[in-house]
């Protein structure tokens, strides 16, 4: 049991492509909205998981490093993500094997951030001799 009853995950990006990011999660990931107010967007990812997207206030806010985030999201069909992604997103990177076994695609989101579909590896069937 968690120390703390935790409810959700919420994840929030600060985005200067403000409306870029918003039409991307929305159109191109499929993700709905659940909250809208001025700067800031909320998409339900999973129930229980949601991505803020928020418009800086003071164009001088220090900017977060892109390299040290990542939206890493399980899907159950790696090979039927990619391919509905493909046709929204063409540039979509092949899918590939990670060292520890699953298999991914990443890319980026129109501000930068990191995105990671991965689902992981089937077992091996009955006739590989398991």
Same mark, same amino acid.
């Given at each position: 049991?968690?120390?703390? !009853? ?25 993700? !709905?909205?659940?909250? @809208?107010?001025?700067?800031?967007? @909320? ?9 803020? /997207?928020?418009? $800086? ?6 900017? $977060? ?24 997103? $063409?540039?979509?990177?092949? /899918?590939?094997?990670? $060292? ?5 695609? @990443? ?24």
């Amino acid at each position: 049991m968690a120390l703390l !009853p935790v409810e959700s995950l919420h994840t929030v990006l600060i985005c200067e492509k403000w409306e870029e990011c918003v039409s991307f999660y929305k159109d191109v990931l499929g993700f !709905p909205i659940v909250y @809208e107010r001025d700067r800031f967007v @909320e998409f339900e990812v999973t129930p229980g998981a949601r991505i803020g /997207i928020l418009r $800086p206030l003071d164009p001088d806010t220090p900017k $977060p490093s892109k390299e040290r985030v990542i939206l890493s999201l399980c899907v159950p069909d790696i090979e039927e993500a990619h391919a509905k992604l493909s046709t929204l997103y $063409p540039d979509l990177p092949t /899918i590939r094997k990670h $060292p520890w076994g699953p298999r991914l695609f @990443e890319f980026r989101d129109p501000e930068g951030w990191r995105i990671e579909f991965w689902s992981k590896e089937a077992p091996p069937s009955r006739s590989e001799g398991v």
